[in-house]
């Protein structure tokens, strides 16, 4: 009797450690707030670093591909500051301003990449926009403040 009521107590553990285990924490709204506002206080430079850097790992870019995926980030980064501090621009056409912009910026990179890069490239778009799907987000645009 007592080895059953250990057996009952193991196979117990195992299923609260398994369920405890698959429970992925999903960032709290104040989390996703605060590294949206990160993001949005960053400088060009600073974001087309982290890009780049991103980049460069993800797809194990070349010295050379990363000098030229920073200068397109950069520049880049820079229309879409100037686009988010135009007072005269409506919302909507911030939005199609910077959803062209990322647009090149995607076009510009892609043109960098090797063919192997390009496939990895498609898989990390893919599951991003899955991501998105599934969280019911609609940020096409990454630069886009509110």
């Known amino acids: 009797m007592k080895s059953f009521k250990l057996g009952i107590i193991a196979v117990a553990s195992i299923f609260a450690l398994n369920s405890f285990a698959q429970v ?6 104040k ?3 605060s590294k949206i506002e990160k993001r949005e206080a960053m400088t060009p430079e600073q974001k087309a670093e982290h890009q780049t850097a991103r980049l460069a790992e993800k797809l194990s870019l070349s010295e050379n591909q990363k000098a030229n995926v920073y ?5 880049v980064n820079n229309k879409n500051q100037v686009i988010h501090e135009n007072k005269e621009m409506t919302q909507e056409f911030k939005k199609e301003a910077l959803k062209g912009n990322n647009a090149s910026r995607d076009y510009l990179i892609r043109e960098l990449l090797t063919d ?3 496939i990895k490239l498609d898989a990390m778009q ?3 926009e899955t991501k ?3 969280h019911g987000h609609d940020h096409s645009d990454q630069n886009h403040k509110h």
Do not use: D, G, V
Request: aromatic residues 0%; glycine residues 0%.
């Open 71 to 75: 200068k397109i980030n950069l520049n």
């Open 24 to 29: 992925e924490k999903a960032p709290s709204k």
């Open 132 to 134: 998105k799907a599934e």
């Open 126 to 128: 893919e599951k991003k």
């Open 31 to 33: 989390e996703e707030k």
């Open 116 to 118: 192997e890069q390009k």
